[in-house]
T-cell receptor
Framework: KNQVEQSPQSLIILEGKNCTLQ??????????LRWYKQDTGRGPVSLTI?????NTKSNGRYTATLDADTKQSSLHITASQLSDSASYIC?????????????FGTGTRLKVLA | DGGITQSPKYLFRKEGQNVTLSCEQN?????MYWYRQDPGQGLRLIYY???????QKGDIAEGYSVSREKKESFPLTVTSAQKNPTAFYLC????????????FGPGTRLTVL
């Protein structure tokens, strides 16, 4: 069964600290993996995208890594800011019959405290 | 929110009523999607459309209906047959290749009274 699991479910850190969010997937075949940021009550916004051949991708203070062999990805946030408080969703894209299928993780809710 | 608008932002429905959620995009995207988001669960696909006048059921289509008469519009109707409709509904669109980013609207929160 195609699944995407994220950990931890929630995380609280102090402003300025770093953190790492995890994503494990069992999706096969695999096309690409994307991390989204979702503010409360808003739609998700894409942070990074990686194919199976990419190991790392950065977007400012956000760095995503991918190990296609172990089917694990992580999102590292450096020098956290209050505005980083949001849910972070890992999404795996897989080719399907006539279209692509997007499998969403349940997300990690991050709270950054002053 | 990337050129996708959803309305209304909040919607209240009495039991037994049908309600329609609006989704419009000006990105010239061929593919559009409706997702449902519940606490502690990943987004679940309700319906998707890859082209005008064509749409397919997703994983949880029961109790919902859609239409795609225009490229820009993909309204979702939540019917009285949907037993637990209270949720956050998200509309998305993309070119449709599976590689490109899905752009999401701001969402509609539906509450059944």
């Amino acid at each position: 069964k195609n699944q995407v699991e994220q950990s931890p479910q929630s995380l609280i850190i102090l402003e300025g600290k770093n953190c790492t969010l995890q994503c494990n997937y069992t999706v096969s075949p695999f096309s690409n993996l994307r991390w989204y940021k979702q503010d409360t009550g808003r739609g998700p916004v894409s942070l990074t995208i990686m194919t199976f051949s990419e190991n790392t991708k950065s977007n400012g203070r956000y760095t995503a890594t991918l190990d296609a062999d172990t089917k694990q990805s992580s999102l590292h946030i450096t020098a956290s800011q209050l505005s980083d408080s949001a849910s972070y969703i890992c999404v795996v894209s897989a080719p399907g019959t006539g279209t692509y299928k997007y499998i969403f993780g349940t997300g990690t809710r991050l709270k950054v405290l002053a | 929110d990337g050129g996708i608008t959803q309305s209304p932002k909040y919607l209240f429905r009495k039991e037994g009523q049908n309600v329609t959620l609006s989704c419009e995009q000006n990105l010239n995207h061929d593919a559009m999607y409706w997702y449902r988001q519940d606490p502690g669960q990943g987004l679940r696909l309700i319906y998707y459309s890859q082209i005008v006048n064509d749409f397919q059921k997703g994983d949880i289509a029961e109790g919902y209906s859609v239409s795609r008469e225009k490229k820009e519009s993909f309204p979702l109707t939540v019917t009285s047959a949907q037993k637990n409709p209270t949720a956050f509904y998200l509309c998305a669109s993309n070119i449709g290749t599976g590689w490109d980013e899905q752009f999401f609207g701001p969402g509609t929160r539906l509450t059944v009274l």
